[in-house]
């Protein structure tokens, strides 16, 4: 199967920005996904970026995707107690997603 | 709007017994899926389905048999379940495959 990785922990100062990395390895890949998950709870998706797209802006996230390197990252602006929680990207693969092994944001005072 | 209902939320087996997870969705979504949870390990997709009367293998499909007599349940069963086993299971259910939307996770344990 494909593997998407991911860093398994970052921790930021509140107010810092937060990065997260992603490699995937299916370059056909129509959509890249980036998906949060809060303690005790379900995955919902926060963003999401076309594979012919560079960059996406949502609010306080900026997607970033170098398909050459098949490199994709998260950036949380100006990042919240509220951010904490753990981040999956993903890769479309025909009916699937394939998920990373989530990355855990711990945003501190 | 409930969205994705899974039930039940907390189950102990011992091992060799049975049960059934079942998860339903008032979206009218084709595809569902079932996703396992495991620490470090990220998502990994047991079974899918998309669409009534159809599923299909998904990455770990092992001792799991699933059906989808509607459209808006997929059930997934353990026939004789192993420590191996236990973990978080989440279902899940989209347009596409596209955004997914999940339910809030069935913790199983197998002793």
């Known amino acids: 199967g494909e593997d998407v990785e991911q860093s398994l922990f970052l921790s930021v100062r509140e107010g810092d920005s937060s990065v997260i990395n992603c490699t995937y390895t299916?370059?056909?890949?129509?959509?890249l996904y980036w998906y949060k998950q809060e303690p005790g709870a379900g995955l919902q998706l926060l963003t999401y970026i076309f594979s012919n797209m560079d960059m996406k802006q949502d609010q306080r996230l900026t997607v970033l995707l170098n398909k050459k390197d098949k490199h994709l990252s998260l950036r949380i602006a100006d990042t919240q107690t509220g951010d904490s929680a753990i981040y999956f990207c993903a890769e479309s693969a025909g009916n699937m997603l394939t998920f990373g092994g989530g990355t855990r944001l711990m945003v501190k005072p | 709007n409930a969205g994705v209902t899974q039930t039940p939320k907390f189950r102990v087996l011992k091992t060799g017994q049975s049960m059934t997870l079942l998860c339903a969705q008032d979206?009218?979504?084709?595809?569902m899926y079932w996703y396992r949870q495991d620490p470090g390990m990220g998502l990994r997709l047991i079974h899918y389905s998309v669409g009534e009367g159809t599923t299909a293998k998904g990455e770990v499909p092992d001792g799991y048999n699933v059906s989808r007599l509607k459209k808006q349940n997929f059930l997934l069963g353990l026939e004789s379940a192993a420590p191996s086993q236990t973990s978080v299971y989440f279902c899940?259910?989209?347009?596409?495959?596209?955004?997914?939307?999940f339910g809030e996770g069935s913790r199983l344990t197998v002793l």
């Open positions: 899940a259910s989209s347009l596409t495959n596209g955004e997914l939307f």
């Open positions: 299916d370059s056909s890949s129509t959509y």
């Open positions: 979206m009218n979504h084709e595809y």
